[in-house]
């Protein structure tokens, strides 16, 4: 059975911008972000080294880097949304995430010390999430690469998939055993 590399890269399928945002679906969207964490580990934390180095797709990352790229990526996007809630329409850094996969943080670092960031990362940003006004929401950063401005009430939906699409990644990696 062939699978294709689209279905591979988006196990969960691509990220659609939220054409409706409630606050139903914002409440949706912090709890996956909040259960993210505890998710994640449970996949991942006995796993041996050999099985750390499984990748989800050919050319892919392995489980260890798509583990410490959620820890970059989640600091990221906290750091973002402080900024957003803090300044007119900040202009944010982007970061170049595939270089970051390839520090010795990532592919020496046991994932543990990532395990350790996200839980303590998610429960601040959950708290922060909880608490903000409706005002708050549709606060926004530019993204300069995309350039253009992104509010926090869709941000948090891309983070909520984000995790879900790493997620599936390590389980997908699992699932293939080091077959790629």
């Not at 409706?20 to 709890?31: A, D, P, R």
């Not at 750390?52 to 996007?77: K, M, T």
């Not at 891309?158 to 389980?171: E, G, I, Q």
Request: proline share 5%.
């Amino acid at each position: 059975m062939k699978i294709a590399i689209e279905e591979l890269k988006y196990p969960t399928g691509k990220f659609n911008w939220p054409k409706e945002i409630n606050k139903e679906l914002i409440t949706e969207w912090i709890n996956d972000i909040e259960k993210f964490p505890a998710l994640l580990k449970s996949e991942v934390e006995n796993l041996n080294d050999e099985e750390l180095a499984f990748i989800y797709r050919p050319e892919g990352w392995n489980i260890r880097q798509v583990v410490h790229h959620c820890a970059d990526s989640h600091s990221n996007a906290f750091a973002r949304f402080k900024l957003a809630l803090t300044e007119e329409k900040p202009i944010i850094k982007p970061y170049l995430e595939n270089l970051w996969s390839q520090l010795p943080d990532v592919t020496n670092a046991p994932v543990e010390w990532s395990f350790e960031i996200l839980i303590g990362l998610h429960k601040r940003w959950v708290l922060l999430m909880r608490n903000m006004s409706n005002d708050d929401w549709k606060k926004c950063f530019v993204h300069p690469e995309h350039g253009r401005e992104l509010k926090l009430e869709s941000t948090v939906a891309l983070y909520a998939w984000h995790c879900n699409h790493h997620l599936s990644h390590v389980k997908q990696a699992k699932n293939f055993s080091g077959k790629f």
